[in-house]
């Protein structure tokens, strides 16, 4: 890889903490491996809980500097850091797809999409506006100020290794606060290439940290650490469960990306080709692991055979190979336990009376690769209906009419994304409104960008990232009385 690379110091193995690179203090390290073939890639430092809390205080002390600056100053850092990735973008997508094995051209993309999340919140920094309301009585006036929550640590996961960390930086940067970030042990060398970027662009040190290691006491001195003001977290509702557990004891603030069981709605009205197009980005962008990919896909009865044909059709012209090789649309799945819970899920789905019409097995590729899989004449009794599958697996089930539809949909403890596709208008009111979803794509399946507030409801988690409401995440109100006028 290193030599595939036009500026090689982007493959960082060391810690980023406080401004320094480091080892971690007893040497230990893990093996970060290219998921096409487990080959190793590189060795990156496991940092003890201690070395984690150093960094901690050097994020302190560099909070209140950082804070200090005009929002000017820390919109032009996080401008120069936002034009550094676009033109290394190529190196950070061939890190990601080593890394994580999503086709090259997905990863750059990827990175391109998401390094709009640090020029969106370099903008909005300059509009932290507070407000001045009139006092309860003459001689007062009520002035609301909006300061940065101080010291952020963000957990970010394997899927996104490189857009889920602009969009948690990008906001937090740009209200005052500083980050530390601990990256998916999977994938650390894209958080690592977006440090070495950020010392680039002049964040200053301690002001972006990145902590390798293990999960488990790396998050626990984030929760229990009180210098910590804020934890950022995407990933599975399981963790975003417990972290919220742990950081009851500070009231430590949360924002929690967590998983989705994304209903794909196709109405008769429907443009047929369009739905299909929509189905195959959104169920099989990143071999279908996405916390918004469509999970469940909900067809009109009198056009599920026509639906369900067009769709073959695409299916039986997807790719699966290596991330960097050309023509590739599929990459491998992230390791053995996401391909038993794909295993698990058309198991259960083929017990109970589903029909296979593509894929349904590991493909001859080895390793992590499992086929793009079509299963029609699902019900809301199997697995894939009620659990994220987050793999390549498409299950179609049939409804009836508005009401069955929107039941269904919403009969799931996930709140996260939803998508239908129709063209009667008032039937897009009416089915937007009634999904319980965080966001809903109507005649689309991609929805994500920077200036949309992304994020879910029920147990799909709180807070929104992107748009004029993601900074509200990183910052406080505080109410001055001020009286005797
Ligand atoms: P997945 O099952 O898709 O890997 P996780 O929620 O386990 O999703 O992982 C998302 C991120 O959360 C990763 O960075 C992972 O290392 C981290 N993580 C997992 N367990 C914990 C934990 N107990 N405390 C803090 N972070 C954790």
Redesign the pocket.
């Known amino acids: 890889l290193k030599t595939a690379l036009k500026d090689a110091s982007l493959l960082a193995d060391k810690a980023f903490v406080g401004g320094r690179w480091v080892p971690a203090a007893d040497g230990r390290t893990f093996a970060v491996t290219d998921p096409f073939d487990g080959s190793p890639i590189a060795d990156v430092p496991s940092l003890s809980r201690e070395e984690v809390a150093a960094t901690i205080d050097a994020a302190d002390v560099a909070q209140k500097l950082w804070a200090k600056r005009t929002a000017k100053e820390r919109a032009t850092v996080l401008k120069a850091w936002f034009q550094l990735i676009l033109d290394n973008a190529d190196d950070l997508a061939l890190i990601l797809s080593s890394e994580q094995g999503k086709p090259l051209a997905e990863a750059r993309g990827e990175v391109v999409s998401n390094a709009a999340y640090l020029e969106w919140f370099a903008e909005e920094a300059k509009r932290i506006d507070g407000d001045i309301i009139p006092g309860a009585n003459a001689g007062q006036r009520i002035m609301v100020l909006k300061q940065p929550v101080g010291v952020c640590a963000a957990?970010?996961?394997?899927?996104f290794p490189n857009g889920m960390i602009t969009r948690k930086a990008g906001p937090a940067l740009a209200a005052g606060c500083s980050m530390l970030l601990?990256?998916?042990?999977?994938t650390p060398l894209s958080a690592l290439a977006l440090a070495v970027l950020a010392e680039r662009a002049g964040v200053p040190a301690g002001v972006f940290s990145v902590v390798t290691g293990?999960?488990?006491p790396?998050?626990?001195e984030?929760?229990h650490n009180p210098k910590v003001a804020k934890i950022t977290?995407?990933?599975?509702?399981?963790?975003?469960r417990?972290?919220m557990k742990?950081a009851a004891d500070g009231i430590k603030r949360l924002s929690l990306e967590?998983g989705g069981n994304a209903p794909f709605i196709v109405f008769d009205d429907a443009d047929l080709d369009a739905a299909v197009e929509g189905a195959m980005i959104s169920k099989f962008r990143n071999a279908g692991?996405t916390c918004v990919c469509a999970n469940r896909i909900y067809v009109q009865s009198n056009v599920a055979e026509a639906f369900t044909e067009k769709l073959l059709a695409k299916v039986a012209g997807l790719k699966l190979g290596r991330g960097t090789q050309a023509g590739t649309t599929q990459g491998p799945l992230?390791d053995e336990?996401?391909v038993a819970k794909m295993e698990e899920h058309v198991a259960d789905a083929l017990e109970k009376g589903g029909r296979l019409l593509a894929g349904g097995r590991r493909s001859a590729l080895g390793g992590t690769f499992y086929e793009p899989t079509v299963i029609a004449g699902v019900t809301q009794a199997m697995k894939v209906a009620s659990e994220e599958t987050?793999a390549p697996l498409a299950p179609i089930i049939t409804f009836r009419d508005e009401d069955d539809v929107i039941a269904m949909a919403n009969d799931s403890e996930y709140g996260l994304a939803s998508y239908f596709y129709a063209k009667d208008m008032a039937r897009v009111f009416r089915v937007a409104e009634a999904l319980e979803a965080g966001m809903v794509g109507v005649n689309t399946g991609m929805i994500a960008n920077e200036m949309a507030p992304f994020g879910g409801i029920k147990q799909s988690g709180l807070g929104r990232e992107g748009s004029k409401y993601g900074i509200e995440g990183f910052l406080e109100l505080k109410y001055v009385c001020v009286a005797g006028l």
């Open positions: 957990i970010t996961p394997w899927n601990k990256p998916a042990s999977q293990e999960a488990r790396i998050g626990a984030f929760c977290f995407t990933g599975s509702t399981g963790v975003g417990w972290l742990e967590l692991q992230i336990k996401a987050f």
